[in-house]
């Protein structure tokens, strides 16, 4: 249990890592409409639903979307993109303004905005609506002034992050927003960023810009293989007649309309990509040839698209120049693999297709942030699809915001800035001094709270009354054992610093491993000390230390009768009532079997036998050394 905290803990510190890193968007954006509507009767024309709108909602989808997810999990997010001069674009300007994304658009008056119209009854799609020609080249001026605002936010994000370059993510999804000229721009201009993502139905058009980090769903993965494989294992890049603007998210697998009828041909079957040719797959299960993506049935019927993603992880790496591949297989969760060939599989929980749409964009959101903010491969794969799946509990395109992703890693975030409670050691001194920069005062205790009581929360309002900020670390379990003996703590570290971190009071919770906080008083520098204690400050050890840095300490006493030893000795107290044989700080102990084993009676009586008190008047009961205190009848 202490390990899988830790590990969320990790994460989360990621999480935290990158909050304001400066990303630029760029790519296809277009508007997701949503109405909702209720259906009981068959219009008398046709066999057809008669739908009565009640509902519509509007959100940014595509390259928008990715854009509002960069933000929504705390970075810095700025799109260019063309947007028509109608409505829709109207909308869609709302839509980034709302998300806090830095619109840097570009209006294309005569192109209109691509529109994703659903229609929904009953929480089911029942058509979708697709405005927008993909075949509507941008203009050569359009090109230019797009060209212009990439540049022109290029050097704003690089500014704003002190020169730092910035991260690109290019969607490219096939509807004329990235013609040759702006591919050629940016791979003209690669070094100009520091981590690039890619997410493209034609993979084959970047072959030249090196990402960081491909995003490719299992099809797009496949169909760029079968061009490969077409050309004797050279990379394709022709396109057939008529591609696909929107094609499909995932290779249907298995049998497809023709029945048995295609199995005895041998025939390849399933649904071909549209415009594209159909292909067969190798009965291995691990090969592709043609130009389409359909598979064999008889050879598809036992695939499993996860083995045969790892098994083309460094084919695809090669054919895209990409550093990392993640191959997502939606309900499957995904495949990633880097240079080090050791693939990583994640997995999603299957939901209704309207739940799901837009959840590429936030697993590609949080992939771009983890690696950005150099986190190894593995953690930001988790911490893609976990984005990902969190973000599908309800129909409508699908916002990864980052205090659900801290939610889901276990950690509590403050309702204010967003921020997390419970940090790691290494992460809390950034914490602190962003707070400070935002004129915030810093009020630093510690202990053990072992068992939270009303003492301790008193105490704890006490402290943070003292500044704007108050920090509570924490003694690990080893520390104490150290401390306060071998049977403490009762409580571990996760359950203490979960009840912590759900005070209203306390603002951020911290573990550590030593014996003293002055690792920790040195690394945030309080402006408050707080100690419990009747005995003025001046007696505090870390007294000298927290002055030397310019705070100041203070001693708060503690609440009469409340103390977590008090609580301990009278649980331990009552476990002796009842029982005619109890052991406190050990194993129960066995009855003597020579030792009469009559029930106890009115006339008999209980006699205590019990160790002598030591000097203070305590009851040695802890640890193997003390002798046990047992109740025997007579």
Request: aromatic share 2%.
């Amino acid at each position: 249990m202490a390990r899988a905290a830790a590990e969320q803990l990790r994460l989360a510190e990621v999480v935290q890592s990158w909050l304001g890193r400066p990303v630029l968007v760029l790519g296809d954006a277009m508007l997701d409409e949503w109405r909702f509507a209720d259906s009981d009767r068959l219009c008398r024309e046709a066999p057809a639903p008669v739908l009565t709108l009640r509902r519509r909602i509007s959100a940014a989808g595509g390259a928008a979307n990715t854009s509002v997810n960069i933000a929504a999990l705390g970075g810095r997010s700025v799109l260019v993109a063309p947007v028509g001069a109608d409505v829709a674009g109207d909308e869609l300007h709302d839509c980034l303004d709302r998300a806090g994304v830095w619109d840097r658009t570009v209006s294309q008056p005569g192109r209109p905005t691509p529109v994703k119209r659903r229609m929904l009854a009953g929480d089911q799609i029942l058509l979708r609506e697709d405005s927008g020609d993909p075949d509507d080249p941008l203009s050569d001026d359009g090109v230019d002034r797009l060209l212009t605002a990439l540049d022109c936010a290029t050097r704003e994000l690089q500014a704003a992050a002190g020169g730092e370059p910035p991260t690109l993510v290019v969607c490219d999804y096939g509807l004329g927003a990235l013609p040759a000229r702006v591919r050629a721009w940016l791979v003209a201009q690669r070094d100009r960023y520091a981590t690039v993502a890619l997410d493209a139905h034609d993979l084959a058009d970047w072959r030249g810009l090196a990402p960081t980090v491909v995003t490719p769903s299992f099809a797009e993965a496949t169909r760029l293989l079968a061009r490969a494989g077409a050309g004797g294992g050279e990379l394709q890049l022709e396109h057939p007649e008529v591609d696909p603007s929107d094609g499909p998210s995932e290779l249907t697998v298995g049998a497809a309309p023709g029945g048995a009828g295609a199995r005895r041909t041998g025939e390849p079957t399933g649904e071909p990509t549209p415009g594209e040719g159909r292909v067969a797959m190798t009965h291995d299960g691990l090969s592709v040839t043609g130009t389409g993506v359909t598979v064999n049935a008889d050879a598809g019927a036992g695939v499993d698209r996860a083995v045969l993603a790892e098994s083309r992880l460094a084919e695809l790496r090669a054919h895209t120049g990409a550093d990392v591949v993640a191959v997502t297989l939606d309900t499957d969760g995904a495949v990633v693999g880097g240079a080090d060939g050791q693939p990583s599989r994640s997995h999603s929980t299957p939901v209704p297709a309207s739940h799901a749409v837009g959840a590429g964009d936030a697993y590609l959101a949080a992939m771009t942030l983890a690696l950005a903010a150099d986190a190894p491969l593995s953690t930001a794969a988790q911490l893609a699809q976990l984005a990902a799946t969190s973000t599908v509990a309800g129909t409508g395109t699908c916002v990864c915001r980052r205090e659900d992703l801290l939610a889901a890693l276990g950690q509590r975030v403050l309702g204010g800035d967003g921020r997390q409670v419970l940090v790691g050691t290494e992460g809390l001194a950034a914490v602190v001094a962003e707070h400070r920069r935002a004129g915030r005062s810093v009020v630093f205790t510690n202990g053990c709270f072992d068992v939270l009581h009303r003492g301790h929360v008193r105490y704890l309002e006490q402290a943070r009354a003292l500044g704007d900020l108050l920090v509570v670390a924490v003694n690990s379990d080893g520390s104490v054992r150290r401390l306060k003996g071998p049977d403490r703590p009762v409580n571990p570290v996760e359950d203490r610093t979960a009840l912590l971190a759900a005070l209203s009071c306390v603002d951020h919770v911290v573990v550590f491993e030593e014996d003293s906080p002055t690792a920790l008083i040195e690394a945030i520098r309080p402006d408050v000390y707080v100690k419990g204690g009747d005995y003025p400050p001046e007696l505090v050890p870390e007294a000298p230390l927290v002055q030397r840095l310019g705070g100041q300490v203070r001693t708060l006493g503690y609440v009469p009768d409340r103390s977590t030893s008090a609580i301990i000795d009278r649980i331990r107290a009552y476990g002796q009532e009842g029982s005619s044989e109890v052991v406190v700080g050990g194993p129960p102990a066995r009855p003597d079997p020579g030792a009469d084993q009559a029930p106890l009676g009115a006339d008999r009586a209980l006699e205590v036998v019990a160790p002598e008190p030591a000097a203070d008047g305590t009851l040695p009961v802890t640890g193997s050394a003390a002798p046990p205190m047992t109740g025997k009848a007579p």
